[in-house]
């Protein structure tokens, strides 16, 4: 499957299970979805029959309430049957709402708590490294989650290490929940502060497919990838970008139907 395609099909799984479970964070995932697809889909060695193959890249979703986005690129790559996406978040189902390693085949970590997902990160790049083994480490973390202090003790420690092997990469939507991020905490200079801390900076539009296939393949000879993706929260369905309420509207009536027929009316 082409990659516009997969990203395609990604977005059309997050509205499905968005809408069945009534939870959301649709815009969250919506933002997320051409990053995770080119990851699946041109980036990482993946193993869908064999998930804990000592040779896969490691994945880390540390903006977990985006999970569907996820849990959508693992069903698809067949980790695990389609047919499940639609019991997200209900009783009993294995996919929870922030994403779960538990059980899952494909997912390395739970996260959700923010903030967390970096530093498992590093310790996975720093562990590959001192083992001399081949695989590299990605993790993607939402701009508003920059703001918490564990991110930049992560940031630092794999600068100091110089793990080349690490790549991070920065869904920079300027929101964060209810809010724009520069009404939060403001970045002076996200790029600056990436670079500061030892790291190579990449910025890129966090849509476009193959600038994002190029930066996200693209390795330094001795430190970690910062990619800072200009994204746009809610991307594919117009009436949910850039929009706060869709931070954690579910889309029902009407706004479901337009959204399918949106993303199915623009399908390759
Ligand atoms: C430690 C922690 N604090 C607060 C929250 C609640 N929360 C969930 S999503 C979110 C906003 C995150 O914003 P950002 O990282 O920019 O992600 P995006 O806008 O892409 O959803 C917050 C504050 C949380 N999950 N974890």
Request: aromatic share 8%; proline share 2%; charged share 20%.
């Amino acid at each position: 499957m082409i990659t516009e395609q997969f990203a395609r099909q990604i977005r059309r799984d997050i509205v499905e299970m968005t809408h069945i479970s009534g939870v959301s964070h649709i815009g969250s995932a919506l933002s997320v979805a051409d990053i995770i697809a080119v990851l699946y889909n041109d980036v990482m060695r993946i193993f869908p029959s064999d998930p804990k193959n000592d040779k896969r890249d490691r994945f880390i979703l540390s903006k977990g309430h985006a999970g569907m986005a996820v849990y959508a690129a693992l069903a698809e790559k067949g980790f695990f049957p389609v047919e499940e996406l639609v019991t997200q978040c209900s009783n009993g189902s294995r996919l929870s709402g922030h994403v779960s390693h538990k059980n899952v085949p494909g997912v390395e970590l739970s996260t959700g708590s923010l903030g967390m997902g970096l530093s498992v990160g590093t310790g996975m790049a720093v562990a590959a490294k001192r083992d001399n083994k081949k695989h590299r480490v990605y993790v993607v973390l939402g701009d508003g989650e920059c703001a918490e202090g564990s991110v930049w003790e992560a940031a630092m420690f794999a600068g100091h290490n110089e793990l080349s092997n690490l790549t991070a990469v920065i869904d920079h939507n300027k929101l964060q929940a209810n809010e724009w991020c520069e009404n939060v905490i403001s970045w002076k200079n996200i790029a600056k502060m990436w670079d500061s801390f030892g790291w190579h900076v990449i910025e890129v539009n966090g849509h476009d497919v193959g600038m994002l296939k190029q930066s996200l393949n693209f390795i330094h000879g001795t430190k970690p990838i910062c990619i800072i993706a200009h994204t746009i929260k809610g991307k594919g369905v117009s009436f949910m970008e850039n929009e706060k309420i869709w931070h954690h509207l579910s889309p029902q009536g009407d706004d479901y139907v337009n959204a399918v027929r949106e993303l199915e009316a623009n399908s390759i």
